[in-house]
């Protein structure tokens, strides 16, 4: 039984509110015969520290609380905000609602039948668990560890963010839930320099966790990834171009993955048809073998929640079984409209956005191969450890990523270090131009972060080692 101890102390203490209130602008704005309502509440607190070059550039504090309120009436919605959280914006909140006037469908809207959340993070303020002053030799820390490790470093950035949010919602059926939910996150980057040569290598991680998570052992780790990225980049020569075998390594490289099949898993785009995935449930999308899913439960994960932010709880859900595809991602609104389950993952940005179909932690389970019978497989071929930023365009699902580490196979073993390289192709291609799935599932260390149709939010990734047959590598030799 949930106490709300925080999000009164948060939220409902310091308004004119109580929940006997909240209860009575919902059943207002059910009264307009809408299908669905609620009303969301957020109060958030966000820091940020940065170092460069051994100082201290930025240091920054914020503050921000408001209120949500939305009705749903078929595929529209209404929708309005306010940063001022009282009765009295709450009443100008719901007038608004009701002056828009549309009318539900007498739709009967089926939440998940156990919807009692777990906890799956700690409830405390990261901002709070540690003094500022050992923040920030968190980061001089990571400022010597990297030029003790190799003299070709020339400069080093560090940043530590971390963020607590308090949400409250009062859903459709009156049920009132809360969540806390604190993130961490911490970053690296380096240069190296060699004989008229610049090179960059980054690192990062964090979680739902207090400040005390970033240990010595976790900033070495870090810091010494970032400086093996730099200088294994200034030794990498041009990347060969034309289609070839690729194998992707595991963990953070299920950013692709997540772009370019994820996207087009979520309930929103296939309801509307726009997908690449639309209108193939139960067919074969992928090659045997093939296991996806979206997994918010994930004790501690930056993509983890214990409800998403309509109120109900996050799942592991199965997207695509063997190769075949059994599963979207689902908010209410979209779930309700396609007659499928809500899978617990209506997410928004903030109270001042609409929730809408987004991933948690999304992943390829293992299969049955080592990563070394995988690269023992290919004669030639390009072997991506590592990512960095990409495209790709949801309806037909093709997509552009660059490696930021990437090296030659040659004759079943990895040979040299190429840069340049950049994975072209499609998602639903891809997914069937796998022949081997390494048995070394692993997670990103928790910087990711999605982008949908102007919103943020933090997600998590992962695979195995993946050999795909036969894909389309652009390079600059």
Known sequence: MQDFKLSNKYIINKSDLNHQNLLRYLDEIKNNSVDYADIYFQYSKNEFWSLEDGVVKNGSYSIDQGVGVRSISGEKTAFTY??????????????????MGTHGKGAIYQLPKNNTPSQKYINEDPTQSIPNTEKIEILEKIDKLAKNLSPLVSKV??????????????????????????????????????????????????????????????????????????????????SPAGSMTVVLGSGWPGILLHEAIGHGLEGDFNRKGTSAFSDKMGQQVASKGI????????????????????????????????????????????????????????????????????????????????????????????YANNFGGGQVDITSGKFVFSASEAYLIKDGRISHPVKGATIIGN???????????????????????????????????GQPTLKIDNIVVGGTN
């Open 157 to 238: 950035s560090a940043s530590l963010a971390c963020s607590f949010d308090v949400i409250l919602i009062q859903n459709h059926f009156g049920r009132l839930v809360e969540d806390v939910r604190p993130l961490v996150r911490l970053s690296v980057s380096v240069i190296v320099e060699s004989k008229g040569k610049r090179e960059q290598g980054s690192s990062g991680g964090g979680g739902r966790y207090n400040l005390n998570y970033f240990d010595d052992e976790i900033l070495s780790k870090y810091t010494k990834e970032a400086v093996d990225n730099a200088l294994i980049n200034l030794e990498a020569e041009a």
């Open 427 to 461: 998602g639903p291609d891809i997914l069937k131009q796998v022949s081997m799935v390494g048995n070394d599932l692993s997670l990103d260390s928790g910087v990711g972060t999605c982008g949908k149709d102007g919103q943020s939010v933090p997600v998590g990734v």
């Open 82 to 99: 306010s940063d001022d959280i009282s009765n009295a914006a709450l009443k100008s909140a719901v007038c608004a609602i009701k002056s």
């Open 291 to 382: 296991h996806i899913v979206d997994d918010g439960t994930i004790d501690g994960r930056r993509g983890s929640l214990n409800v998403d932010d309509e109120g109900n709880v996050t799942k592991n859900t199965t997207l695509i079984e063997d190769g075949k595809l059994v599963g979207y991602i689902q908010d209410a609104q979209n779930a309700n409209l396609m007659n499928m389950d809500v899978t617990g993952n209506g997410r928004r940005e903030s109270y001042a956005h609409l929730p809408m179909p987004r991933m948690t932690n999304t992943y390829m389970l293992n299969g049955n191969h080592t990563k070394e019978e995988i690269i023992k497989s290919v004669k030639n071929g390009l």
